[in-house]
């Protein structure tokens, strides 16, 4: 089985739900929490493999996203 991530325009949403239906294919709608955090787990990804970041842009960051720290 492989898994493909598709961005779908909002009014063509009920259209591709339908059609995975008919298809029998499951699908599985990503809320915004979730791709924020995906997105953040990504930039730590590619963080970690670079010590060019200092505490005080992180924390920049952090702050403009609305992280408490």
Same mark, same amino acid.
């Given at each position: 089985?492989?898994?493909?991530?598709?961005?779908?325009?909002?009014?063509?949403?009920?259209?591709?739900?339908?059609?995975?239906?008919?298809?029998?294919?499951?699908?599985? &709608?990503?809320?915004?929490?979730?791709?924020?955090?995906?997105? /953040? &787990?990504?930039?730590?990804?590619?963080?970690?493999?670079?010590?060019?970041?200092?505490?005080?842009?992180? /924390?920049?960051?952090?702050?403009?996203?609305?992280?408490?720290?």
């Amino acid at each position: 089985m492989k898994t493909y991530i598709v961005s779908v325009p909002e009014n063509e949403i009920p259209f591709v739900t339908g059609l995975f239906k008919k298809l029998r294919i499951r699908s599985k &709608a990503m809320s915004e929490e979730y791709q924020e955090e995906l997105g /953040l &787990a990504k930039q730590i990804i590619k963080g970690m493999k670079s010590e060019d970041i200092s505490k005080e842009k992180l /924390l920049s960051h952090f702050r403009k996203n609305g992280v408490d720290c």
